[in-house]
């Protein structure tokens, strides 16, 4: 396969006019184009009146090699592809299933390759199966009743199933893992398009349907799951792992798992869990992360000026991203950008508020909105030990409650940097999942904090002009950007407690779902390459 980078085409053009493209690139007859496969796609909108698609394509034609010896440019090249590997090759007999703790990205795809290669997982989700997840979130938005076990947080695919389902990653991939993921996201319903766009994303909508099929497959490899069901407490030995314990949250029953290997994919949402690997002496350490407000703009305005008016009529919902590193040491920065999305409330305990941002596969709601979050380190937390950054969390959401009155507190931005209480929209709404309420935001806040967050809106007002309308809408708390704790882990991935590995964004190892999903991939060769597969005692 020959490999042509840079191929730049309007963004109106037709596929015949990709392969005419294609073949004057190498200089050949269209017909001497055998197939072509797009590797990548993305937009170059640094000119908004030739907005154009910029591709990546692996092309199969004949005489390849006299092709490839004719051909001009760096930009044409012989194709090589990483293959994925899984590795095989473990002696170790496993006396138990393997437990996964959790259900979100980095226990999904750890406990699909861990199933697929024999190793019949056990996955504990504390929350409800997807589609009843999503029936009580919907129940919460709606009524404002929280269910502490079920919610954006916990349940089935984890803090992920309801958000934008970004599947892009700044993580250096060099064995196959990204490509990966997108397959069996592909394979299991998401659609082709993600293996090749630059910003890939499935959307809320899809990615339920997925998880769900991935479950099937993992339950016709073997795998069992155990819902509603929250681990309370690993049971330790002469240093090693012999029991998970959990609780389920419907009957209050209590199982004594035996195993001798647990992942801990537990989420950066699992404070009890925290509290409990605490206790239990697990080495953890309390890590910088962010705090911030959503802020929403009409996706009409963001995607003009992104795109041009022309371009942004045609194209999907455009998106952004924005930095600034300030003169008292603070970064502020776009985090989770859902173009055409919705602001949504993802608490999960009782008396505290935190938002987060969500995206349809369509992308096709009112607003643009992102959280703009502002860098906060242990010295900020007003605390000592591991678990400090919790603490500082659960204040500032215990004070969004307070200030929306149990809803989602709003502000403009304008009267947020005034501080003044808002009253009422400008020249648009809200798109909000969850009762919402005006609120003194610029009371939540150290003034650090605050102000750094004001002048990060001003200086982002360069790139995309009116960024700092003074209608934005700012909801808050987002205060769920990244774990606040990581758990320790060694060169094999395994905690200072043997037969315990942490795993994924709540173990401080990952910040999004490919991240999370990759990382759990990462676990399972691990366990694979230490223990066998198939054929274990357990299984016979």
Known sequence: MIRIQQLKLPVTHTREQLIKKIAKTLRIRQEAVISYTVCKQSIDARKKSEVAFVYTVDVSVRNEADILRRAKGSHILQAKNVQYQFPEGGENILKHPPVIIGSGPAGLFCAYLLAEHGFC????????????RTREVEKFWQQNILNPHTNVQFGEGGAGTFSDGKLNTLV????????????????HGAPESISYQAKPHIGTDILRTVIQNMRKQIESWGGSYLFDTCVTDLEI????????VCQNQVTGEIHNIETELAVLAVGHSARDTFTMLENRGFQMEAKSFAVGLRVEHPQAMISEVQYGKEAAEILAAAPYKVTANLENGRGVYSFCMCPGGYVVNASSEEGQIAT???SYSARDGKNANSAIIVTVTPDDFGGDGPLAGIQFQRRLEKKAYELGKGKIPQQLFGDFERKKLSDSYGSFASEVKGLHEFGALHELFPEEVRESFCLGMHKFAHYIPEFDREDAILSGVESRTSSPVRITRNEEFESNRKGVYPCGEGAGYAGGIMSAAMDGMKIAETIAQKYKGGDSLWQR
């Open 237 to 244: 030995s002469h240093g090693s792992l012999q029991k998970v």
């Open 121 to 132: 997982p056990l996955i504990l989700e504390r929350g409800k199966p997807v589609k009843e």
């Open 356 to 358: 987060n941002g969500m």
């Open 172 to 187: 250096k991939d060099v064995k196959g893992r990204n490509k990966k993921v997108l397959d069996i996201f592909i394979r």
